[in-house]
């Protein structure tokens, strides 16, 4: 199996900068797609960003050119650039991982607090 750990969170200003980091554990050598969500209160989870094993990557169009997203295969860790943050950035980030065999695995999130 796979555990899935985000850290970097926190609380910054409209403008400011933030880098997430996902550390993976576990059957890793089996992860195909890795990739940022978020769920900000009251609305459903949305896709932030996603990373292949080969490094190709995709974007939500809210976050295009402001975010960068990366993995680092040797030390089985994602990671997310946030940069120009604005409030309606706020939310839960959460790290997520796919496998070839098809399973999903979900990290417990992050806060991300943007005020003004």
């Known amino acids: 199996q796979v555990q899935l750990v985000e850290s970097g969170g926190g609380l910054v200003q409209a403008g400011g900068s933030l880098r997430l980091s996902c550390a993976a554990s576990g059957s890793t050598f089996s992860l195909k797609i890795m990739g940022w969500y978020r769920q900000a209160p009251g609305k459903q989870r949305e896709l932030v960003a996603t990373?292949?094993?080969?490094?190709?990557?995709n974007y939500a169009d809210s976050v295009k050119g402001r975010f960068t997203i990366s993995r680092d295969n040797l030390k089985n860790t994602m990671y997310l650039q946030m940069n120009s943050l604005k409030p309606e950035d706020t939310a839960v980030y959460y790290c997520?991982?796919?496998?070839?065999?098809?399973?999903?695995?979900w990290g417990q999130g992050t806060q991300v607090t943007v005020s003004s």
């Open positions: 997520n991982a796919e496998a070839y065999y098809r399973a999903d695995f």
């Open positions: 990373v292949s094993s080969g490094g190709s990557t």
